[in-house]
């Protein structure tokens, strides 16, 4: 199965920002934007593995900055890192000012999906090879949050999380 670059997954999402979509202080819901970000990230997934992809996870939602009506809002996935067969998604949130046109981080998450093939059983994906600083440190940081994840749930022995432990030795 050949590797592949963060860069291959990218999937970049603009749109406007709707009265309907916005909360009484006129903010983008919080869930519309979930729901935004599971859509590029699930697109991104697809991309990577060129198989059906689930969301297995949302693991680290950061709502950082209001969207206001009216702004024009990015979503920007790509595959940090893949596993055997789930793939770990971040994704950047970006709001442009209207005037200068400038754009500022407004919000990040990361999701875990897993390809499935047509019965729904997982099937393997390929890995990732990181080019950019960025997203060496992504690519890095996604083994410690796997391994935390395990962990927690009980999956993991905490002396199996060598990436955990590095962190404090």
Same mark, same amino acid.
């Given at each position: 199965m050949?590797?592949?670059?963060?860069?291959?997954?990218?999937?970049?999402?603009?749109d $406007?920002?709707?009265p309907?979509?916005? *909360?009484? $202080?006129? *903010?983008?819901?919080? =869930?519309?934007?979930?729901?935004?970000m599971?859509?590029?990230?699930?697109?991104?997934?697809?991309?990577?593995s060129?198989?059906?992809?689930?969301?297995?996870s &949302? *693991?680290? &939602?950061a709502?950082?900055?209001a969207v206001?009506?009216g !702004?024009?809002v990015?979503?920007?996935?790509k595959?940090?890192?893949?596993?055997?067969?789930?793939? #770990? &998604?971040f994704?950047?949130?970006?709001?442009?000012d209207? #005037? !200068? =046109? #400038?754009?500022t981080?407004?919000?990040?998450a990361?999701y875990?999906?897993?390809?499935?093939? #047509?019965? =729904?059983?997982?099937?393997?994906?390929?890995?990732?090879e990181?080019?950019?600083?960025?997203?060496?440190e992504r690519?890095?940081a996604?083994?410690r949050?796997?391994?935390?994840? $395990? $962990?927690?749930? =009980?999956?993991?022995?905490?002396?199996?999380?060598?990436?955990?432990?590095?962190?404090f030795?």
């Amino acid at each position: 199965m050949t590797t592949k670059t963060p860069q291959q997954s990218r999937t970049i999402m603009t749109d $406007l920002v709707l009265p309907s979509e916005t *909360n009484p $202080l006129n *903010n983008l819901f919080g =869930g519309e934007l979930l729901a935004r970000m599971d859509r590029a990230a699930s697109i991104a997934a697809r991309r990577h593995s060129r198989r059906i992809v689930v969301t297995a996870s &949302v *693991n680290h &939602v950061a709502f950082n900055r209001a969207v206001p009506l009216g !702004s024009v809002v990015t979503v920007e996935a790509k595959v940090s890192r893949a596993f055997k067969t789930s793939m #770990e &998604v971040f994704i950047d949130v970006w709001i442009e000012d209207r #005037e !200068s =046109g #400038e754009r500022t981080k407004a919000n990040e998450a990361i999701y875990t999906f897993v390809a499935v093939d #047509e019965t =729904g059983r997982p099937i393997a994906v390929p890995q990732v090879e990181p080019e950019s600083d960025l997203e060496k440190e992504r690519f890095a940081a996604a083994l410690r949050r796997k391994q935390l994840s $395990l $962990l927690l749930a =009980g999956k993991m022995k905490p002396q199996d999380a060598t990436e955990l432990k590095a962190l404090f030795e």
